[in-house]
């Protein structure tokens, strides 16, 4: 991967592009393996991504989050 | 109304300093009173509007009216208030009201102060009627102002991480909207700002809490949902400063206000309008995180198989190239075996013809090592000469003579080569290398 992605949509994109890549049956093996490893790249970045928003959900009050981001503010 | 008025007795110079050539001066209470009378003959109307700064005195209740381009200040008499029959605490601040009534001007009093004022005589809340026109009138307004388009612009991001909710604190939405968000299989973090989300007088509040949201850098997009209700329940979310609000954030805001039927001014401006919290918790996360983790595995996998079936596509070809090497060789060998042969036949064939050559090649080098031969005789022989040559001219009598010798000789030129020779001839010359000087002898003793 020569950059990492700015967010899950452009990973995917990219991602599909790989694949359909990689389908059309027109890499040669050198393109093919750095496409792989590109895919997988990417692949764990979305993961990573998902496992940021698959803990289960977490609640918390407006005011809360204020008063943390104060707090943190304040230690900086 | 000037008619009925009696102007005020001034002296000339006096009518002349207050001004142009008008009626009057009228004593002010006169002509207050008449102002009033002058109200109170206007057409008695219905006006709906939005109720502002109430306030009450021991005799009336007194308050403004407004809408977006306008306001009037209105009374009513306690008593007639009471007749209206309003539920409790239903005439206060944010309430849609209708009202019948004329204009009116009290005059004021010694001490006190006139003013102008609507004259409610009755009173009751706004239908659903009254609210739809004025909401047809606002919503006309701030589409041609193009406040509806500037939500719809922002991107929303497929997956976010926080999102914000506005909503009330004990409800049904809450509760409907964080179901959704499990389905999804979304479990990032939920920042509620609760509001109260009734009538026109919370919407401060809900746009107090919009704002609180979207002053959080890690807010990456807000829920504004309610159950539904009457057009009237729901017209806190018909509030142009709302709407303006949100219009204006760079935040995408999803609207699940009401139900389906319901249509608020903020389901317009809003980046997506949702028809229940349901839907707003799939709007808010676009990507349905089961389903994105079953499509990694899938994209996994094919990624797996492309990147095997490449080289087992090629491996056909790769052990071939693996054996080149050997079969190279081979090759190479077969090849050189061939070429010895053939170089064998050859050999054999151009045997007479090289003999041949071989002879013509050799008479050519004898006659070239012959014509060096004589070449190297001849040189020899011309050095030998140059030898004798100057080995000859050393014995020659002028190189003596040169030296410093003299030749003695007749004088026929003969050489007389001892003494008696000499003594002989009485008559010599004497040949020197630069000439000859006759001498005699004399003493031949």
Excluded at chain 2, 151 to 176: C, M, W, Y
Excluded at chain 2, 184 to 211: K, L, M, N, S
Excluded at chain 2, 287 to 313: F, N, Q, T, Y
Aim: charged share 30%; proline share 4%.
């Amino acid at each position: 991967m020569s950059q990492p992605p700015n967010s899950y949509e452009e990973a995917v994109e990219r991602l599909e592009q790989i694949i359909d890549r990689l389908d059309s049956g027109q890499a040669g093996l050198r393109e093919t393996l750095d496409l792989c490893r590109e895919g997988r790249d990417l692949v764990t970045y979305c993961s990573g991504e998902l496992d940021a928003v698959g803990e289960g959900l977490k609640e918390l009050r407006l005011d809360e989050l204020a008063e943390r981001l104060a707090a943190s503010g304040a230690e900086g | 109304m000037g008619e009925a008025l009696e102007p005020h007795r001034l002296d000339t110079e006096a009518t002349v300093a207050a001004g142009p050539d008008l009626p009057g001066p009228f004593a002010v209470g006169r002509y207050a009173r008449k102002l009033q009378e002058e109200m109170r003959r206007r057409a008695r109307v219905l006006l709906v509007g939005e109720v502002t700064g109430v306030g009450r005195s021991k005799v009336q209740a007194y308050f403004e009216l407004r809408d977006g381009e306008g306001a009037v200040p209105c009374a009513i008499w306690l008593d007639d208030l009471e007749k209206a029959g309003l539920p409790e605490g239903a005439l206060r601040d944010g309430a849609e009201i209708v009202i019948a009534g004329g204009p009116d001007y009290y005059p004021g009093g010694g001490h006190a102060s006139p003013g102008f004022s609507f004259r409610a005589t009755h009173v009751r809340l706004a239908g659903e009627g009254d609210l739809l026109a004025r909401l047809e009138t606002l919503r006309k307004q701030l589409r041609a102002e193009g406040v509806f388009e500037l939500q719809k612009k922002l991107v929303r991001p497929l997956l976010p991480k926080t999102i914000g909710v506005v909503t009330a604190e004990s409800g049904a939405a809450r509760r409907d909207l964080l179901a959704g968000l499990e389905r999804r299989g979304w479990g990032g973090t939920v920042v509620w700002a609760f509001a109260p989300v009734q009538d026109r007088h919370a919407a401060p509040a809900i746009t107090a809490a919009i704002q609180g949201l979207a002053a959080q850098p890690q807010v990456e997009a807000i829920v504004v949902t309610r159950g539904g209700g009457s057009l009237a329940d729901l017209w806190a979310f018909c509030d142009e400063t709302l709407c303006r609000t949100v219009a204006m954030l760079r935040v995408p805001v999803i609207s699940a206000v009401g139900h389906e039927r319901d249509s608020t001014l903020i389901d317009d401006v809003a980046a997506v309008a949702c028809s229940t919290p349901t839907h707003a918790a799939e709007a808010a996360v676009p990507l349905d995180c089961g389903a994105a983790r079953v499509d990694l595995r899938r994209g996994l996998a094919a990624l797996r198989r492309a990147a095997e079936g490449s080289v087992r596509a090629r491996t056909p070809h790769l052990i071939a190239l693996a054996r080149g090497p050997a079969r190279a060789l081979r090759r190479e060998r077969l090849a050189l075996n061939q070429k010895t042969r053939e170089i064998r036949a050859a050999s054999e064939r151009g045997l007479i013809q090289r003999l041949g050559f071989q002879q013509r090649v050799a008479g050519v080098v004898l006659e070239r090592a012959a014509r060096r031969a004589a070449g190297a005789e001849m040189e020899r022989r011309r050095t030998a000469l140059h030898r004798a040559e100057v080995a000859l001219r050393a014995h020659e009598p002028e190189h003596t003579l040169a030296r410093g010798y003299a030749l003695v000789e007749d004088e026929d030129g003969e050489p007389l080569g001892d003494r008696a020779a000499a003594a002989a001839a009485e008559r010599v010359r004497l040949r020197f290398a630069d000439g000859s000087v006759g001498a005699r002898i004399e003493d031949t003793d």
